[in-house]
């Protein structure tokens, strides 16, 4: 046989040649990455594209006839739940339009009606986002709509006396209202308001007059202080305050049932927890238990039982208290006591067991620091409920 040696030999050096052509396994992927990051950039560009970057036409609060810019008005919300009414607004950012509204103003309610000052009623919403240490959160808006707010830029500066209004459902009469006013003081994540807002007005946007920009949304009032060093200062006075928006958030993105359930299991866990200290408070006598003994404020143990009552240990209570009080049954007072103690201790064991099991660790922020206040209250509830035991042993 022949043998080729210029053959072998171009074939031998041409092999070399064909394996340095082609890239190796990490080029591949690296050419690929830098096409799919040019894509994005390109992607994030058509958006910023299609969606314009200021409110156009919206020269502050009024518009040149000196008339509240309807587009303004028009980007505020009024949100009517089952339990409760509020306020939101919709913004522009990140690209997105967002639902802004105050967490309390959902947590309650399994359904809502959500509508602007025009009448038009907006239905599709994505997961809701919330922000971590404070009353707000934000659910990005799938209609389209046209009119929106722009928020102040988070290195903006708010001096004292800077010019606001507060905008929303105030007193939850289903109309937007505008109150005008001024920054009072500020912190970190707050602004202090005198504009007159007032229960309604929750989640509603805080606007700089000057540019229509929001600078926060209105989460709660605290009371006037009637104490000597207050009197005749601002502590003497309601005061109200708004979560400040002119700063990053951290967000939590949850579905929205989700939030709704978290918010439902704390309000039966505070509503459990009054029921037993209204149990614990409870003085069993021959004729009856004094059911108009008061638990807290103006709350009677009448109250809480009425609001409780499908519970089977407020349906035993009701009965003992009824025969009591109807002489259908004559008890001395050592098995007075006995029958007594025994829904007691029901109370305790279910008191304690719920209290083992509730889990806020994972709920959003806002439910989270309200649940803190919830155990402690939870604790103190076993506390009174096992000193009512101990004391009929």
């Not at 509603?204 to 000597?228: C, F, I, M, Q, Y």
């Not at 502590?235 to 928006?245: E, H, I, K, P, S």
Request: hydrophobic letters at 40%; a neutral charge.
């Amino acid at each position: 046989m022949k043998i080729n040696l210029p053959l072998i030999a171009i074939l031998l050096g041409l092999l070399p040649l064909v394996i340095l052509a082609q890239p190796s396994r990490d080029e591949a992927i690296q050419e690929i990455d830098a096409k799919i990051a040019a894509l994005q950039k390109e992607k994030v560009k058509l958006l910023s594209d299609a969606a314009p970057t200021s409110v156009s036409g919206v020269v502050g609060l009024y518009d040149p006839d000196g008339k509240v810019n309807r587009r303004i008005t028009n980007s505020v919300m009024i949100i009517e739940g089952d339990k409760s009414v509020g306020t939101g607004f919709i913004v522009l950012a990140e690209g997105k339009k967002f639902l802004y509204t105050a967490a309390h103003v959902f947590t309650g309610n399994s359904k809502f009606t959500i509508r602007n000052a025009a009448g038009t009623e907006f239905k599709k919403f994505g997961d809701l986002q919330a922000a971590e240490g404070a009353d707000l959160i934000r659910l990005e808006i799938l209609d389209s709509p046209t009119d929106f707010l722009e928020l102040a830029p988070p290195d903006v500066e708010m001096p004292i006396n800077t010019e606001i209004a507060a905008l929303g459902n105030g007193g939850g009469n289903g109309v937007i209202s505008v109150e005008l006013g001024k920054i009072l003081g500020t912190s970190g994540d707050l602004i202090e308001v005198d504009a007159q807002i007032i229960q309604g007005n929750s989640g509603g946007p805080v606007v700089e007059r000057s540019n229509g920009r929001v600078v926060g949304e209105a989460t709660h009032l605290t009371s006037a202080r009637k104490d000597l060093w207050s009197e005749g200062t601002r502590q003497g006075d309601v005061r109200r305050f708004a979560c400040r928006l002119n700063k990053q958030w951290k967000w939590m993105t949850l579905k929205t049932a989700a939030f709704l359930a978290d918010g439902k299991a704390l309000g039966e866990f505070d509503d459990f927890t009054r029921l037993c200290f209204a149990v614990a408070r409870l003085e069993p006598l021959e004729n009856g238990m004094r059911l108009t003994s008061r638990v807290g404020g103006d709350m009677t143990a009448t109250t809480i039982f009425a609001q409780n009552k499908d519970n089977d240990l407020v349906k035993s209570l009701i009965s003992m208290n009824t025969d009591l009080a109807a002489r259908k049954t004559s008890l001395s007072e050592a098995e007075l006591n006995k029958k007594f103690r025994s829904l007691l201790a029901q109370a305790e064991s279910r008191a304690s067991h719920s209290g083992e099991t509730f889990k806020p660790q994972n709920f959003a922020w806002y439910h989270r620091n309200n649940a803190k206040v919830s155990v402690e209250a939870r604790a103190e509830c076993i506390a009174a409920l096992r000193r009512r035991l101990d004391n009929l042993k």
